[in-house]
């Protein structure tokens, strides 16, 4: 079992900057890949970010390419998110999750799942 605790979420003005955390639990961490997910009232759960295990590779969704940002530190079992620029529709409920080895982008690939963080940005 691997438990996932986010934070960091808020409110902030079009523009601004958010850093998001999730620290883990349980298992060990270090052969998870972790993605970052998010959801808005009345959509699906979509795919923000992700990193490997291995090589701490990383993989961005179109739409947060070039603002936000993925890391990972296995020492403190803790995965980060940092984004920038943020725009409105940046404003969900942002998961992190878990599964073995590699990335994906399908929900339904992860094993793990944390309760969410809410993320607001105003205009």
């Known amino acids: 079992q691997v438990q996932l605790v986010e934070s960091g979420g808020g409110l902030v003005q079009a523009g601004g900057s958010l850093r998001l955390s999730c620290a883990a639990s349980?298992?060990?961490?270090?052969?998870?890949?972790v993605g970052w997910f998010r959801q808005a009232p009345g959509t699906e759960r979509e795919f923000v970010a992700g990193?490997?295990?291995?090589?701490?590779?990383?993989y961005y969704a179109d739409s947060v390419k070039g603002r936000f940002t993925i890391s990972r530190d296995n020492a403190k079992n803790t995965v980060y998110l940092q984004m920038k620029s943020l725009k409105p529709e940046d404003t969900a409920v942002y998961y992190c999750?878990?599964?073995?080895?590699?990335?994906?982008?399908?929900?339904?690939?992860?094993?793990?799942w944390g309760q969410g963080t809410q993320v607001t940005v105003s205009s």
């Open positions: 999750a878990s599964k073995l080895l590699d990335i994906a982008t399908m929900a339904t690939s992860y094993t793990y």
């Open positions: 349980g298992r060990t961490f270090r052969r998870y890949a």
């Open positions: 990193i490997s295990w291995s090589d701490s590779s990383t």
